[in-house]
């Protein structure tokens, strides 16, 4: 006696289903404008970043180098 009434349920919830569909959809296509632009400035914002942090690792580069440089000069100094 169960599985007519499961039918229908099952019957219901997949007609619910599609109703829903083009709602869902809707609000889906609502969010992805209304969050659009936000996206890009954040990928442009991440993008200034990394050039940053690249910029900055090689500055940092070279200022280790010309460190290293500079305590190779003392250390010759100091040996002679």
Known sequence: MTAPED???GGI???A???AA?????ARQEVVRATG?????????LAE????LARQRAE???????LHEE???LNSNRRR
């Open 7 to 9: 039918a229908g349920t």
């Open 13 to 15: 919830k997949a007609r």
């Open 17 to 19: 289903k599609r109703l």
């Open 22 to 26: 083009p709602v869902v959809a809707k």
């Open 37 to 45: 632009d936000d996206l890009l400035t954040m990928r442009a914002e």
């Open 49 to 52: 970043l990394r050039a940053d």
């Open 60 to 66: 940092h580069a070279a200022e280790i180098a010309a």
């Open 71 to 73: 305590l190779a000069g």
